[in-house]
């Protein structure tokens, strides 16, 4: 029964919700990057490279042999052409993450700053700045307090 109540507690914090929807998002934008790679990115490195298709590039350790009336032997290759493909992919969506995070980063910074009038301030920061501010001004006096004590 404890166990279910901390389940409860855990799902309606929003822990469980905000995980879903990162689920939830992270699979819509990999479908995006994957686009953006294959058809955007990897063209014209193709290109440039004459037309070489990458997803096809490896190195051939040993070829096939088909022999007559025994069984076949399989190729064996090292296939370097999607590891390029996913080293293309790390690189977008690292990038994009990067540029996505220091945007909220940036907007969290102008939220959080109580001297910014343009951006309405939580009500839970205005109050900490306040506090702040007070124990800044107790700490002033109390200071002016033990100087003139020690005098």
């Known amino acids: 029964m404890k166990l279910i109540k901390e389940f409860k507690e855990f799902a309606v914090k929003g822990n469980m919700i905000d995980i879903a929807i990162g689920v939830i998002i992270g699979t819509a934008f990999n479908k995006v990057v994957n686009v953006l790679v294959k058809e955007v990115l990897m063209p014209p490195l193709s290109y440039m490279t004459e037309g070489a298709n990458w997803e096809n590039k490896k190195i051939i350790l040993r070829e096939a042999v088909n022999l007559e009336g025994a069984s076949k032997i399989e190729e064996i290759a090292i296939g370097y052409g999607k590891l390029i493909e996913a080293g293309v992919d790390f690189l977008v969506i690292a ?12 907007l969290k910074k102008k939220a959080e700053d ?3 009038a343009k951006v309405v301030t939580p009500k839970n920061i205005e109050l900490m700045n306040k506090t702040n501010e007070l124990l800044e001004q107790q700490n002033a006096f109390l200071q002016k307090l ?3 004590d020690n005098k």
């Open 114 to 116: 109580p001297k910014d």
């Open 95 to 106: 990038f994009t993450v990067f540029v996505v995070v220091k945007l909220m980063n940036s």
């Open 146 to 148: 033990l100087i003139k």
